[in-house]
Nanobody
Framework: QVQLVESGGGLVQAGGSLRLSCAASGSIFSFNAMGWYRQAPGKQRELVAR???????YYTYSVKGRFTISRDNGKNTVYLQLNSLKPEDAGVYYC?????????WGHGTQVTVSS
């Protein structure tokens, strides 16, 4: 059973930065892709950024140029660098691993942005 543990969330002022980490219990290289999702109160969970095993990345339009997803296969960890944070970036950020036999989710880390 794969376990994903997110960390790095917190309270930050608008314009500030955070770096989220998602540590996997197994090799992330075995996954087709890793992604970061966020869910704001009363809203659906949405894809924020995704990185494939080959290193291809995708960002939702609202975070392009501000967020960066990266992976360290040696540490079995995926990162999400959040810069120039806005109040609308707030929410619970979840890590997802897309496996060939199924998907796995972490429990999330809270990001709060004060204006």
């Amino acid at each position: 059973q794969v376990q994903l543990v997110e960390s790095g969330g917190g309270l930050v002022q608008a314009g500030g930065s955070l770096r989220l980490s998602c540590a996997a219990s197994g090799s992330i290289f075995s996954f087709n892709a890793m992604g970061w999702y966020r869910q704001a109160p009363g809203k659906q969970r949405e894809l924020v950024a995704r990185i494939t095993s080959g290193g291809n990345t995708y960002y939702t339009y609202s975070v392009k140029g501000r967020f960066t997803i990266s992976r360290d296969n040696g540490k079995n960890t995926v990162y999400l660098q959040l810069n120039s944070l806005k109040p609308e970036d707030a929410g619970v950020y979840y890590c997802k691993a897309e496996g060939y036999s199924g998907d796995y989710w972490g429990h999330g880390t809270q990001v709060t942005v004060s204006s």
